[in-house]
């Protein structure tokens, strides 16, 4: 699935915040606007992970919803 965003930029927004693509829900929690800001304003997706597995994401709403829609074509499709 390829998905392309628009980013847009505010001021006080020099650089992406130094989120990294992985981290644990634990320390997530501390920095969470972080974590989604990285998701709305880069386009950057961060892995929740669980005693070592990846459990959930945090992604660009547009990801999300073309997931959402590509599920509810499949399944009309599949009726």
Sequence with gaps: MTVTSAMTYTS???DAPD???EMR???ARNVFGAVV???R???GVTFLMNR???VAAVVPVEVAEAYEAQRRASS???D
């Design 41 to 43: 304003y880069y386009a």
């Design 52 to 54: 070592g597995k990846r």
């Design 25 to 27: 829900i634990v320390d």
């Design 12 to 14: 006080g927004m020099a």
């Design 37 to 39: 800001e990285k998701s």
């Design 19 to 21: 989120i990294p693509d």
């Design 76 to 78: 009309e499709s599949a």
